[in-house]
């Protein structure tokens, strides 16, 4: 089935939903124990083997779109530094001098050939290689090629940088992505215009992850932003592995209606959205207006999470005005984020620290939520012998 037949089923789905009072569901409500939000045993657990073992996104390509572009940053308090090296090929590193740990750029993005250690002055070309050790006479001998920056598996796939937190680790990202890189690729991300980021902070990386995942709450968590554009508890789930496609239906979807029905894959933020996610962490909402992509870090306690939003548009603002219009959108959709989902987050992982209940409950139409930790646990547990989770 083509990426438009794939979305004109979603469509269909969603005006068949809006008609008959239903939605996606799963055969049963699916109960988990609410110490998986609180434990830190647990926690470590996670980041042990979901994040520090699977690829996760670091990076737009358009953040870091020329020869010589740099992105340095941390990730869960790990150091990182990705390049793109004169060949156009993305590279990532610690972003740690191998003399004695000093830190090379600092967080930011910015474009150069080398880079020089706070400390010492140690050299390092963009592709990890020692170049000069300051002073190097009096120093002693050393072999420059056993001390290049030590590097972490990296690749670069429809406008999106992923990173494996374990040097030396295999990573196939492709075989990660499966079925949903057709899917991220016709998005075009590496021809969008990126227009800058936001920080906020939330609960533990499940509560915020969660709410990523369904449109269950729109109406009671965003009774006059969300919930204004588009309906409530209407939802159409494809799962390609752990990642998902979430379809849901805007309080326009007449335009669908109004048009021949095998032009409704064609019509995608015309009477009906899709959310991306990327197991285990990340969010894509893209209309033609602005495109969100959230990136949700673990940490650095397990009732915690750094969230970073990024903003891309589909052409560069021309004018004053379209930037502060740009401007007035990043806010708000911020705002919708921080000041709502993350909020409420924060209260739910203190009802659930309370030790008030001893499961958390996700319904037949949560089945993105059901998926998503039935893939925690088939990571957490790491049996070579279980089935992989499916919707």
């Given at each position: 089935?083509?990426?438009?037949?794939?979305?004109?089923?979603?469509?269909?789905?969603?005006?068949?939903?809006?008609?008959?009072?239903?939605?996606?569901?799963?055969?049963?409500?699916?109960?988990?124990?609410?110490?998986?939000?609180?434990?830190?045993?647990?926690?470590?657990?996670?980041?042990?083997?979901?994040?520090?073992?699977?690829?996760?996104?670091?990076?737009?390509?358009?953040?870091?779109?020329?020869?010589?572009?740099?992105?340095?940053?941390?990730?869960?308090?790990?150091?990182?530094?990705?390049?793109?090296?004169?060949?156009?090929?993305?590279?990532?590193?610690?972003?740690?001098?191998?003399?004695?740990?000093?830190?090379?750029?600092?967080?930011?993005?910015?474009?150069?050939?080398?880079?020089?250690?706070?400390?010492?002055?140690?050299?390092?070309?963009?592709?990890?290689?020692l170049l000069a050790i300051a002073d190097r006479a009096k120093f002693g001998d050393l072999d420059t090629?056993?001390?290049?920056?030590?590097?972490?598996?990296?690749?670069?796939?429809?406008?999106?940088?992923?990173?494996?937190?374990?040097?030396?680790?295999?990573?196939?990202?492709?075989?990660?992505?499966?079925?949903?890189?057709?899917?991220?690729?016709?998005?075009?991300?590496?021809?969008?215009?990126?227009?800058?980021?936001?920080?906020?902070?939330?609960?533990?990386?499940?509560?915020?992850?969660?709410?990523?995942?369904?449109?269950?709450?729109?109406?009671?968590?965003?009774?006059?932003?969300?919930?204004?554009?588009?309906?409530?508890?209407?939802?159409?789930?494809?799962?390609?592995?752990?990642?998902?496609?979430?379809?849901?239906?805007?309080?326009?979807?007449?335009?669908?209606?109004?048009?021949?029905?095998?032009?409704?894959?064609?019509?995608?933020?015309?009477?009906?959205?899709?959310?991306?996610?990327?197991?285990?962490?990340?969010?894509?909402?893209?209309?033609?207006?602005?495109?969100?992509?959230?990136?949700?870090?673990?940490?650095?306690?397990?009732?915690?999470?750094?969230?970073?939003?990024?903003?891309?548009?589909?052409?560069?603002?021309?004018?004053?005005?379209?930037?502060?219009?740009?401007?007035?959108?990043?806010?708000?959709?911020?705002?919708?984020?921080?000041?709502?989902?993350?909020?409420?987050?924060?209260?739910?992982?203190?009802?659930?620290?309370?030790?008030?209940?001893?499961?958390?409950?996700?319904?037949?139409?949560?089945?993105?939520?059901?998926?998503?930790?039935?893939?925690?646990?088939?990571?957490?547990?790491?049996?070579?012998?279980?089935?992989?989770?499916?919707?």
């Amino acid at each position: 089935m083509s990426l438009k037949q794939q979305y004109q089923a979603a469509a269909e789905a969603l005006v068949h939903y809006l008609e008959t009072n239903t939605t996606d569901q799963s055969a049963d409500v699916m109960a988990v124990p609410a110490t998986l939000y609180t434990d830190p045993a647990r926690w470590e657990r996670e980041m042990e083997m979901i994040f520090h073992r699977l690829p996760l996104l670091m990076a737009l390509s358009v953040e870091m779109p020329n020869p010589g572009d740099y992105k340095a940053m941390y990730a869960m308090g790990k150091p990182l530094l990705l390049t793109r090296t004169q060949d156009g090929t993305v590279k990532a590193f610690w972003n740690v001098c191998t003399h004695r740990g000093g830190r090379l750029a600092e967080d930011g993005r910015g474009n150069c050939k080398r880079f020089s250690c706070i400390y010492h002055g140690w050299t390092f070309s963009n592709d990890g290689r020692l170049l000069a050790i300051a002073d190097r006479a009096k120093f002693g001998d050393l072999d420059t090629a056993e001390l290049g920056l030590t590097e972490l598996p990296c690749a670069e796939r429809a406008g999106l940088i992923f990173v494996t937190l374990t040097p030396g680790l295999a990573t196939d990202i492709d075989a990660f992505l499966g079925g949903i890189l057709p899917d991220l690729e016709q998005c075009g991300l590496d021809k969008w215009h990126y227009v800058g980021s936001r920080e906020i902070f939330g609960a533990n990386w499940k509560v915020a992850y969660d709410g990523y995942l369904e449109g269950y709450h729109f109406a009671a968590a965003h009774p006059d932003t969300i919930n204004a554009r588009t309906f409530s508890n209407v939802m159409h789930f494809e799962a390609f592995g752990p990642h998902m496609r979430t379809a849901y239906a805007q309080r326009a979807i007449d335009q669908l209606k109004n048009a021949p029905k095998e032009k409704w894959g064609e019509m995608e933020n015309q009477g009906y959205d899709f959310v991306r996610t990327l197991f285990p962490n990340v969010s894509i909402f893209l209309a033609p207006e602005i495109g969100q992509i959230s990136q949700l870090f673990p940490g650095p306690t397990p009732d915690r999470n750094r969230t970073i939003l990024h903003f891309v548009t589909a052409r560069p603002p021309a004018t004053d005005e379209d930037r502060e219009t740009v401007e007035q959108m990043v806010n708000f959709l911020r705002n919708v984020v921080n000041d709502e989902d993350y909020a409420l987050g924060l209260k739910v992982q203190k009802g659930l620290e309370s030790g008030a209940i001893d499961k958390v409950l996700f319904g037949r139409n949560e089945r993105g939520n059901q998926l998503f930790h039935k893939y925690v646990d088939y990571y957490v547990n790491a049996d070579p012998t279980a089935p992989e989770p499916t919707l």
